[in-house]
């Protein structure tokens, strides 16, 4: 059973650019989180979504920020017109149901230059 | 809001020998589940070991195990045997056991070096 999988694994942008972050859950996971670390800090909770639903997106920067987990395909963090303060470390996790263990991709990378 | 705390930002231990990492956490509820994860510099989350709050038996995985008190909020992980593979930066998390509010809340980290 393959992992949680994330793609690009780095990515680079120019400010004012968009960028586009995927995650395929685990193969049998409906339920996907997607979580930023900062450097030199801990991961913070962004969104937590279902197929075709957000559920939750409390830690989601009111602008710029969307997320989508569409019925066919992978989950999508979109963020528009980047700032360098984006550059970070995405994470994605899912789970197989809401009260089940969270495993964790890879990340993606950011660079805001 | 849930709160986690990791008061040990760098922690170094001798090959074989043991070590413990600290979290604390606050919360109102009473069930819960509790997670250590480790990051090595690889920077992918792995998950080191889970308790469950309801569960009075302290989890164990292998080398590492944790010592949960309930009535403390105090959540450590001991690592027995230390490899040079252990080294990492380990985070504590917390998440409710269910319902919408089902993110992890995580601690700082503690950098954990092991010394050949």
């Known amino acids: 059973n393959a992992g949680v999988m994330q793609n690009p694994r780095h990515l680079v942008r120019r400010r004012g650019q968009e960028a586009r972050l995927r995650c395929s859950p685990m193969k049998g996971h409906s339920h996907v989180y997607w979580y930023r670390q900062l450097p030199e800090e801990g991961l913070k909770f962004m969104v937590y979504l279902q197929k075709e639903n957000i559920i939750d997106e409390s830690g989601m920067p009111k602008e710029r920020f969307s997320a989508e987990f569409p019925k066919e395909g992978p989950s999508i963090l979109r963020i528009q017109q980047v700032v360098r303060g984006d550059s970070a470390a995405y994470f994605c996790a899912s789970s197989p149901s809401s009260i089940d263990t969270q495993y964790f991709g890879p990340g993606t990378r950011l660079t805001v230059l | 809001a849930q709160t986690v705390t990791q008061s040990q930002p760098e922690m170094s231990v001798q090959e074989a020998e043991t070590v413990t990492l600290s979290c604390t956490y606050d919360t109102s509820e009473s069930d819960y589940y509790l997670f250590w994860y480790k990051q090595p510099p690889s920077r992918q989350m792995i998950l080191v070991i889970r308790q469950e709050a309801y569960k009075q038996q302290n989890a164990t995985e292998n080398r590492f195990s944790v010592n949960f008190q309930k009535a403390a909020k105090s959540f450590s992980l001991k690592i027995s045997d230390s490899q040079l593979g252990d080294a990492a930066m380990y985070f504590c998390?917390?998440?409710?056991?269910?319902?919408?509010?089902?993110?992890?809340?995580f601690g700082s980290g503690t950098q954990l070096t092991v010394l050949p």
């Open positions: 998390a917390y998440t409710p056991p269910s319902g919408s509010a089902r993110q992890l809340t």
